[in-house]
């Protein structure tokens, strides 16, 4: 029953792929009126043993203009090693997110952080859920204006999720507005950018595809889905257009999907 519908799931993505896709189009952002690759020289990743913080991290490091990642993680990972032996990447293991006091150095350094740390309501309790994501990158936002002055450029970009609403019935959807409204106002009138990306249903690619998450792909050209790889261009481009993409921006997929295209175009990565 389950091959039946993969298999039904799968054609429907080619007809789509086929006949929707080209004319769907791939939209690209506003031409940028300027480009400042110097502001994702120095980044953070957090999360980066995760679906999502794994392919930010590798858009990082493809990046030539990105000359250091900090990664910090409670755990090491033969992909994490794999990024350190590249030269580029520090790892900061790291355990407690409410005090970052270990990581003065890397507060020092960074200039742009891709917080994609989070998990699933399912794993945790509400308490939980909201120390982890509202509490967590709210005292790293607040620790970091705190090492580098307040008008420093700095920018953040949290990854959120489609659905994100603060009147939302479901608990996890309210928070992640919630967190998204904290470090809004932990930025006001400060040199920092945060900017919210919100991606829809999240693909696996690489060696996390799997066969069964294959149809998922039928919702990336009616921009409902994104690649985690394209959450970090996108991130990228956001970071490198400055000011333009102002803070207490929120993006939604299909803004992803345009801004990670907005990349391609710009560096052929
Ligand atoms: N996956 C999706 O379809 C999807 C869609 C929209 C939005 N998002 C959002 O994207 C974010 C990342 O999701 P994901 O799918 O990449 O999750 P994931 O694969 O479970 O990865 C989560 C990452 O966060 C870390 N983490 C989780 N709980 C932590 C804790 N208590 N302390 C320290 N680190 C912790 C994990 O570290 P360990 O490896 O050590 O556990 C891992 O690096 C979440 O906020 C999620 O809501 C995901």
């Not at 994609?116 to 308490?127: H, K, P, Q, R």
């Amino acid at each position: 029953m389950l091959r039946r519908l993969t298999i039904a799931l799968l054609a429907v993505a080619v007809v789509l792929g086929a006949y929707v896709y080209p004319r769907l189009g791939d939209e690209v952002p506003e031409p940028a009126t300027s480009i400042e690759p110097a502001r994702h020289a120095r980044v953070a990743v957090f999360g980066a043993t995760g679906l999502v913080g794994e392919g930010v991290l590798a858009a990082t490091l493809r990046d030539p203009g990105v000359q250091i990642v900090h990664v910090v993680a409670r755990r090491r990972t033969p992909e994490l090693d794999a990024a350190v032996a590249t030269g580029r990447a520090r790892l900061w293991l790291h355990t407690d997110y409410l005090d970052y006091a270990a990581l003065a150095p890397m507060l020092a350094d960074v200039d742009a952080v891709y917080w994609a740390l989070g998990t699933s309501t399912w794993n945790v309790t509400n308490e939980e859920y909201s120390a982890i994501h509202v509490d967590y990158p709210a005292r790293f936002v607040t620790a970091w204006l705190a090492a580098r002055g307040a008008q420093t450029p700095l920018s953040f970009h949290l990854v959120s999720g489609g659905g994100t609403s603060a009147s939302a019935w479901f608990h996890w959807a309210r928070e992640k507005a919630r967190a998204e409204q904290t470090l809004f106002q932990l930025a006001q009138g400060t040199g920092l950018r945060v900017v919210s990306h919100r991606p829809g249903g999240v693909l696996r690619e690489g060696a996390r595809a799997r066969w069964y998450s294959a149809p998922l792909w039928v919702l990336k050209p009616i921009k409902r889905a994104i690649e985690p790889t394209g959450i970090g261009r996108a991130m990228l481009e956001v970071t490198a257009r400055g000011p333009q993409v102002p803070s207490s921006t929120i993006l939604e997929n299909r803004d992803l999907l345009r801004y990670a295209n907005g990349y391609r175009v710009r560096t052929g990565r």
